[in-house]
């Protein structure tokens, strides 16, 4: 029942920006908080951003904050994480979450975000 969908990935040079997209269902999506989460191959999740219900509260991790924009359109159901200045380390798939900031003892647990989508690629290199 619980559906979240992104898309907007690829694989892109060093400096160039993207816009990742999340399609959500099957849930008030407008009072949830949200994630974005990536995990690169062989290393630990790591959460980015999250948003509040309302899309006027932002966090940020600080390995992205400057760098990284969330936002949601809750008329359509959808969350946003534009990508500028993408770094090689970049590289990861990025998921759309459920579920805000993480105390730091769940930081890399997956339970903490209650529903997730399948993810989707991006690759930063030259």
């Known amino acids: 029942e619980v559906q979240l969908v992104e898309s907007g990935g690829g694989s892109v040079q060093p400096g160039a920006s993207l816009t990742l997209s999340c399609a959500a269902a099957g849930f008030t999506f407008s009072t949830s908080i949200m994630s974005w989460v990536r995990q690169a191959p062989g290393k630990e999740i790591e959460w980015l951003s999250s948003i509040n219900g309302g899309g006027n509260v932002p966090n940020y991790a600080d390995s992205v904050k400057g760098r990284f924009t969330i936002s949601r359109d809750n008329a359509k159901n959808s969350l946003y994480l534009k990508l500028n200045s993408l770094k090689p380390e970049d590289t990861a798939m990025y998921y759309c979450?459920?579920?805000?900031?993480?105390?730091?003892?769940?930081?890399?647990?997956?339970?903490?975000?209650?529903?997730w989508g399948q993810g989707t690629q991006v690759t930063v290199s030259s």
């Open positions: 979450t459920r579920g805000g900031r993480p105390p730091t003892s769940f930081a890399t647990d997956r339970r903490w975000w209650t529903a």
